[in-house]
């Protein structure tokens, strides 16, 4: 028994020093993405020609519920905070690192009564697509449909969803590896799960 919780700790060891080995996000000013801080989200390309992440109530015509871009070019959107799900103690583990799962979420509390934690939605059938929308669980394990990951692309970031799908207990289940990218829909461009991504940059909020 002790072999094996050795092992295992040997093995979560390792896991923790390969993750603390991963680069830094870092925003528009060159200093490294932390937790507990407010960013804009801001696409750079991939999306319509407009402005930060925001809400928008286009699918559900009765309340904001669906990550969108602002549509004007000038405005910055919502404030929004970037959380690793496997946190540790102490200052480096606020640190947000590349290719991690994180939670993100809305600063603002305007949201129809439903948490400000980014998931994905159940799938649109009319649409054909999977969108990005709000009432996520954090540290929700389950089914990690709050779960993200931002990947270095060149000078820009990626935000990427992946998990498992259609799920049966007599066979495996189909994995869904999706980068987060543009729907455009009446003018207005919602966050969805595409082929092409958003490329993005994080600037943070400077308060008073």
Not at 8 to 33: G, R
Not at 161 to 177: A, K, L
């Amino acid at each position: 028994m002790k072999k094996v919780f050795f092992c295992l700790s040997v093995l979560l060891y390792a896991f923790c020093v390969a993750a603390a080995d991963l680069d830094p996000v870092f925003d528009m000013t060159n200093d490294k993405l932390l937790t507990g801080v407010d960013y804009f989200l801001i696409p750079t390309l991939g999306g319509s020609k407009g402005g930060g992440i925001t809400l928008a109530s286009i699918r559900n015509k009765t309340c904001p519920l669906d990550v969108a871009q602002d549509e004007s070019l000038y405005e910055e959107g919502l404030w929004m905070k970037i959380h690793p799900v496997n946190i540790k103690k102490g200052v480096s583990g606020r640190v947000v690192r590349e290719s991690t799962d994180v939670t993100i979420r809305f600063s603002s509390t305007k949201t129809c009564g439903k948490s400000a934690i980014w998931k994905v939605d159940k799938y649109d059938k009319l649409r054909k697509r999977y969108f990005v929308t709000v009432g996520g669980v954090k540290g929700d394990d389950k089914n990690q449909r709050g779960w993200f990951r931002i990947v270095k692309q060149r000078f820009d970031y990626k935000i990427i969803y992946c998990s498992q799908e259609h799920c049966i207990s007599s066979g495996p289940c189909d994995v869904i590896c999706k980068n987060v990218g543009a729907y455009n829909e009446h003018g207005t461009t919602l966050v969805a799960l595409t082929d092409e991504p958003f490329l993005v940059f994080f600037e943070k909020v400077i308060k008073g």
